[in-house]
Antibody
Framework: EVQLLESGGGLVQPGGSLRLSCAASGFTFSSYAMSWVRQAPGKGLEWVSTITISGGRTYYADSVKGRFTISRDNSKNTIYLQMNSLRAEDTAVYYC????????????????????????WGQGTLVTASS | DIQMTQSPSTLSASVGDRVSITCRASHSISSWLAWYQQKPGKAPKLLIYDASTLESGVPSRFSGSGSGTEFTLTISSLQPDDFATYYCQHYNSYPGTFGQGTKVEIK
């Protein structure tokens, strides 16, 4: 059974930092790109960041570029989101999500056939940036 | 960036009704479109991908259609468990933008 378990959320002052974790189980973690998606209170879904299967490439929404850093540790089946310079508008539930289709690496190049299509999501962790 | 626009924002319907939700993309996304269902306090659930392919375990009363810039999610006979918010999302390119959501309410 696929499980994604986020942790690390909490209350932080604007300008502060927080690191989220997402521990995965039930699938071959190193074969799937992973992403963070957030949802502000009462609002819709917003893609935040994606990391490829090897961790060699990362992608960010313009709203967090330069402030957030996604990373992964395939030996621990975990992805992370380091969030710096937090703003009130970053307040949201942060979900980690798994690509539906596995990728592969060949000749040091890694490829995910359908990035951004998510078949499993974690339960979410709430980040509140407020004074 | 590709923008996704859903309509309506809210839909009031009764059990047994046939309901449809539309999603329009600002540029062609071929068939790279997914539909998700979200209930309050829960994570989204994948219903349909590639515009019309039903995810495993999803009831057959859900169906998707469309390509290019216009897409539709249809629930053929609304069940009590279907009252939720539905989101479309393109995965044609980064960022994979979501629509603003359609809340399906009990009439």
């Amino acid at each position: 059974e696929v499980q994604l378990l986020e942790s690390g959320g909490g209350l932080v002052q604007p300008g502060g930092s927080l690191r989220l974790s997402c521990a995965a189980s039930g699938f071959t973690f190193s074969s799937y790109a992973m992403s963070w998606v957030r949802q502000a209170p009462g609002k819709g879904l917003e893609w935040v960041s994606t990391i490829t299967i090897s961790g060699g490439r990362t992608y960010y929404a313009d709203s967090v570029k330069g402030r957030f850093t996604i990373s992964r540790d395939n030996s621990k089946n975990t992805i992370y989101l380091q969030m710096n310079s937090l703003r009130a508008e970053d307040t949201a539930v942060y979900y980690c999500a798994k690509d539906r289709t596995s990728g592969y690496c060949r000749n040091d190049l890694c490829y995910s056939p359908q990035p951004l299509l998510f078949d499993y999501w974690g339960q979410g962790t709430l980040v509140t940036a407020s004074s | 960036d590709i923008q996704m626009t859903q309509s309506p924002s809210t839909l009031s319907a009764s059990v047994g009704d046939r309901v449809s939700i539309t999603c329009r993309a600002s540029h062609s996304i071929s068939s790279w479109l997914a539909w998700y269902q979200q209930k309050p306090g829960k994570a989204p659930k994948l219903l349909i991908y590639d515009a019309s392919t039903l995810e495993s375990g999803v009831p057959s009363r859900f169906s998707g259609s469309g390509s290019g810039t216009e897409f539709t999610l249809t629930i053929s006979s609304l069940q009590p468990d279907d009252f939720a918010t539905y989101y479309c999302q393109h995965y044609n390119s980064y960022p994979g933008t979501f629509g603003q959501g359609t809340k399906v309410e009990i009439k």
